[in-house]
């Protein structure tokens, strides 16, 4: 398996899933299997299908979590001296050209992407279009919507 990029926080929130996922949901689901267990017939027992159903869940996400941190190569923003460049966990600040609407993205890991904390997977268009470039500089983006250009205003590694 290739290895995962993530920074060090988004690294900490999936140790700190897993941790929950083993040591409260799995517990939890183990329980709940029991008590329908005790309700007798499973052939038409709705919780037992229900708490089954979530074992399984629960199961494949802790598989899915072990292995995305066990090929995580995790990143420290702080640590890196990238000569002002847009790399990997970096945050940058865009004008849209446009509009004149300003934005500060950070650039993260597909597993710890969220726009509404304003972090962008490195996969999507704004981020690979932003890589490798430097405050001044122009990028052009292919959004849904259209072209759209931003303006690097600042590149930061915090």
Sequence with gaps: MSSVPLTVRGAQLLKDELHNLKTKERPAVINAISEARAQGDLSENAEYDAAKERQSFVEGR???????????QIIDP????AEGRVVFASTVSLEDLESGDKVTYQIVGTDEADLKELKVSITSPIARALI???????????????????????????
């Design 132 to 158: 490798g470039k430097y405050a001044g500089d122009v990028v052009e983006v292919q959004a849904p919507g259209g072209v759209r250009e931003y303006e690097v205003l600042e590149v930061r590694y915090i």
């Design 78 to 81: 702080t640590l890196l001296d």
């Design 62 to 72: 802790i598989n899915e979590l072990e292995s995305t941190l066990s090929a995580a």
